[in-house]
């Protein structure tokens, strides 16, 4: 099997996904996609390198899982509708079977997600992939960070901390016992993509984000790019209930408010859409939590826990040149 084998039997003929907007897919030097009037494109890439985001020694089902996941995450937080993605491969080798793996998940995840492989680029080197995925929204609705209020509740889906355990538990920090660390070690390796509440959240939310590096550190950028401030409740930041009675609480709350890994939904929204906020989270399935208020103080983040005390981390969150 050579390359083109491989873009051939393994990329292009096992897609089932096919959009009318694409005029041409795999196979030439480039993808032509025709833009529909009224909408705006968004356009995201992440790069995944093995023992630095996953672990090379990882099933290829999960590793694929992921690639795409955390791109899907992306569109979710511009409450975008992923329709494109080009994937590069960097493989040491081409293994037919961990290729099949791989190939069936991806597939399976952008079935799921009505997302089309139109193209990408394979080439031998330490396994590393990158995916670039381009999404449609209606012109100018975006969910950009930049728009947080003074007011706007601060909200978050899902459970936070749960993918940071499971790597705390790899790295000996802490000891989860094994249904615990199912559940850690899922939200880890299959983050799910909150992308159809952030289609829903689109008429109500103001901001949005992903939660990829840490809650603290992610929401610094909402406030950052708003100039605005915000006081967090950590007691209502929804974590695994396990997890509180196992850590010390100080080990917890550096978990789940610097951990990173969530891929949940941070976003911020006026009070007046309190109602439609839980309807549209109920419509998608996906549990919200309101877990503070933004205020006008430039830059400020205050997370209180339930004795009214600040909370004081001296890591936000996580960075790659740290
Ligand atoms: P070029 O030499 O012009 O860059 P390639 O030989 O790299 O073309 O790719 C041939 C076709 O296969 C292109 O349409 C490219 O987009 C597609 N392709 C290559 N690798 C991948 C991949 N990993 N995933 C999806 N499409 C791919
Ligand atoms: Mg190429």
Known sequence: MNEFNFI??????????QHPEVVLGIGDDAAIVRPRLGYDWCFSTDMLIANRHFFAHEHPANIAHKILAVNLSDMAAMGATPRWILLSAALPELNLSWLDELTQTLFHLAQQHQVMLIGGDTTRGSLAFNITIAGE????????????KPDDDIWVSGQIGLAAAALQHHFKQIMLPDAILQTCENA???????????QALLPFAHAAIDISDGLLQDISHILDASCVGAVLHYENIPTLPYLKQLLPEAVLQKMVLAGGDDYELLFTAPKAHRHDIIEAAQRTNTPVSRIGTIHSQSNKCLCL???????????????HFA
Request: charged share 15%; aromatic share 4%.
């Open 188 to 198: 880890l390796l299959r983050p799910q993509p909150r992308v159809a509440l952030g």
């Open 137 to 148: 929204l209606p012109a100018n609705q975006a969910l950009r960070r930049n728009q947080a």
């Open 8 to 17: 051939n039997s393994y990329l292009n003929n096992h897609q089932s996904v």
């Open 305 to 319: 826990d339930a004795q009214q005390q600040p909370i004081l981390l001296t890591q936000k969150g996580y960075d």
